[in-house]
């Protein structure tokens, strides 16, 4: 999710709202002094790639498929009780699922940002982590852009504000976005794919999906392409509550494929290293566990298949919050899951996730000290290590098991 070391993770909220500030002003400047051309920052923002083909119509379309989704999930058990930060994200609607076309468009930067030919940044495709307004997307964070380079033919952008860097976005916002373009333009080769490839995991999963028979650019700060025609498919986990078709989507394209001799219960670790959100306690819970079946897992330290044939095997999963348990979209039906999380970051990513796997049963534990009134996106101590007393845990599970 950042790129801070973990020794210097404690300074990121105050590192963020630096950067924030920093690409407002930046922003104000560089708009100031363009000149409406390529090279210029965007000189305004759309919110929706229905409203972005609305002001632009003749170089500009919205392809959809199905229909808007509208989900209410139920708050999850846990401990403690009466967080407001559930009520927060229980409710997930989105509008049909879609692809923008940009006759002409263009893609600037490590997060591939969408730009139209008259100018206009469209959000819903250039998704950005942990800004608050729309003029704090980093492509303002510069007062001229490179030169453009021009591509014949289709561009596909499967890119997101997290390409190459995390192993949960890879799968949850790059990926699907590939079967949707499949889904809407059946039969079509793109002439290029943006998506991040040459992470360890990302070099498997292209491969594992096909798209490494295909022209690949990774995504990078001086990138920017001018497409003859441009497609990009809405990032639809924007607020990471997984809608249940990503979910559908990854268990039919990547299936597991060996699951016997793999253990029925896992304890998926974080390490051992401070501000990593590791578990404190590890090395005493884990003792216990292992009496009750369970097997330390460590997803890093093997390949892709091999993590999703693991989860797929896995019918009880105990894990702290971490990109991991994105994993969870291929544990079977009926998987039972509990979340550890640091008092002051909470995220519900993998709720949701193991709320879109059928019979599945979900609870979570916080540390103290915990903030009953804390808001959901309040992101302080991203990287916290999780501190909660073995019994504790002990107990949650018990409670998870007898469920």
């Known amino acids: 999710m950042t790129r801070l070391p973990p020794a210097l993770m404690p300074l990121w909220p105050a590192a963020k709202r630096t950067h924030r500030a920093a690409t407002r002003g930046v922003g104000v400047l560089a708009r100031a002094v363009g000149d409406g051309g390529p090279r210029s920052a965007p000189a305004q923002v759309s919110p929706t790639s229905r409203a972005t083909a609305a002001g632009e119509p003749d170089t500009v379309r919205v392809h959809e498929v199905g229909r808007p989704l509208d989900l209410v999930r139920q708050e ?14 229980r409710v997930l609607r989105r509008p049909p699922r879609s692809v923008l076309e940009v006759r002409g468009g263009r893609l600037v930067g490590e997060s591939a940002a969408t730009i139209t030919p008259a100018g206009t940044l469209d959000l819903e495709t250039s998704h950005y982590f942990g800004i608050r307004r729309p003029t ?9 852009m490179p030169a453009p380079e021009d ?6 952008s499967l890119a997101s ?29 793109p002439d290029r794919v943006v998506v ?37 498919p809405a990032v639809d986990n924007q607020t990471t509550l997984a809608p249940p078709w990503v979910t559908a989507w990854l268990r039919e394209n990547l299936p597991a494929r060996d699951v016997s001799d793999r253990p029925r219960r896992l304890y998926v670790t974080r390490g051992d ?23 330390r897992f460590d997803p890093g330290s093997v390949d892709v298949q091999e993590q999703i044939d693991h989860f797929a095997a896995a019918d009880v999963v105990v894990a702290p919050h971490g990109a991991g348990l994105v994993n969870l979209n291929f544990a079977p039906e009926g998987v039972r899951v509990l979340e550890l999380f640091a008092p002051r970051y909470l995220n519900p990513g993998y709720w949701a996730i193991t709320d879109n796997v059928p019979g599945s049963t979900y609870r979570y534990v916080v540390a103290e000290p915990v903030e009953h009134e804390r808001r959901e996106r309040a992101m302080n101590r991203v990287q916290a290590d999780v501190d909660v007393p073995v019994d504790t845990v002990l107990d949650a599970l018990s409670d998870l098991l007898s469920a």
């Open 136 to 144: 704090e997307h980093p492509v303002h964070l510069r007062l001229r």
């Open 273 to 295: 290293r401070p501000n990593t959100r590791r578990y404190v306690q590890e090395a005493d819970l884990l003792p216990h566990l292992e009496r009750q079946g369970f097997v």
């Open 196 to 232: 991040g490839h040459t992470s360890r995991w990302d070099r498997q999963l292209v491969a594992m999906t096909g798209l490494d028979r295909l022209h690949l650019v990774e995504p990078s700060a001086g990138m920017h392409l001018r497409a003859e025609r441009l497609l990009v």
């Open 151 to 156: 591509v014949t033919g289709t561009v596909l």
């Open 161 to 189: 504000h997290a390409s190459g860097r995390n192993y949960y976005h890879s799968l949850m916002d790059a990926l699907p976005r590939w079967g949707l373009f499949q889904e809407l333009f059946p039969g079509e080769r």
């Open 76 to 89: 999850p058990v846990g401990r403690p009780t009466g967080l407001r930060f559930w009520d927060d994200v």
